[in-house]
């Protein structure tokens, strides 16, 4: 019974380096969605899915590219890190959107970005 | 747009005692979910209790309970005889009934004291 599952849990990355944080969900879960965590600002959305093929953005999109080619996998890529995207990553997932369903979290990816 | 406000960064409690940690919203939709998450220091998110807003009655879930004040966009989580494992990062969250984000507030820190 995973869940939601994240990797990596720790990542170093050198400025202008890119790398993809992977989520998977076994609960055949239509939404997911990712989440940056910084210290006084709570869980800041970054992209969203609502099904395999269908992504959007959220708050603080820029910097981050998603694709959900399958309804278990949401990669979130950073194509050129920066400093400003060191932070905490959540995958989180839900049946759906529209209703009493919680988000399930992944256990997070600490990234520093130098 | 959404907006949730939780105006403590910090609270203490005594072992044993209630605390009610606060939580204002902003919406102009009438249909709603309001979501309380707990973050302990390990760093996952568990998702506490739901609310909805056309919930006749105010959410519990053994411990915790949940105030809700639709007139005054309040939903406070009042966590009765506190523990010392209720030490943690508490997240107050609203999703809209037709959109597709859940939004956070900023969390507000809760120490148990012995």
């Known amino acids: 019974n995973a869940g939601v599952t994240q990797t990596p849990k720790f990542q170093v990355l050198k400025t202008g380096q890119s790398m993809t944080l992977q989520c998977a969900q076994d609960?055949?879960?239509?939404?997911m969605s990712w989440y940056r965590q910084d210290p006084g600002m709570g869980l800041r959305l970054i992209h969203y899915?609502?099904?395999?093929?269908?992504?959007d953005q959220g708050e603080v999109p820029n910097g981050y590219n998603v694709s959900r080619s399958t309804t278990e996998d949401f990669p979130l890529r950073l194509l050129s890190a920066a400093p400003s995207q060191t932070s905490v990553y959540f995958c989180?997932?839900?049946?759906?959107?529209?209703?009493?369903?919680?988000?399930?979290f992944g256990n997070g990816t600490r990234l520093t970005v130098t | 747009a959404q907006k949730i406000t939780q105006t403590q960064p910090g609270m203490f409690v005594q072992e044993k005692e209630a605390v009610t940690l606060d939580c204002t919203y902003d919406t102009s939709d009438q249909s709603y979910g309001l979501f309380w998450y707990k973050q302990p220091s390990s760093g996952e998110m568990i998702f506490l209790i739901y609310?909805?807003?056309?919930?006749?009655q105010n959410a519990t879930e053994g411990r915790y309970s949940l105030n809700f004040q639709k007139a005054r966009k309040s939903a406070n989580l009042v966590i009765s005889a506190s523990q010392l494992g209720d030490s943690a990062m508490y997240f107050c969250?609203?999703?809209?009934?037709?959109?597709?984000?859940?939004?956070f507030g900023a969390g507000t820190i809760l120490r148990v004291k012995s």
């Open positions: 989180a997932s839900s049946y759906s959107i529209g209703d009493r369903s919680p988000l399930h």
């Open positions: 969250a609203m999703r809209e009934a037709y959109g597709n984000k859940l939004v």
């Open positions: 609960m055949n879960h239509e939404y």
């Open positions: 899915s609502v099904g395999a093929g269908i992504t």
């Open positions: 609310q909805g807003s056309y919930d006749e």
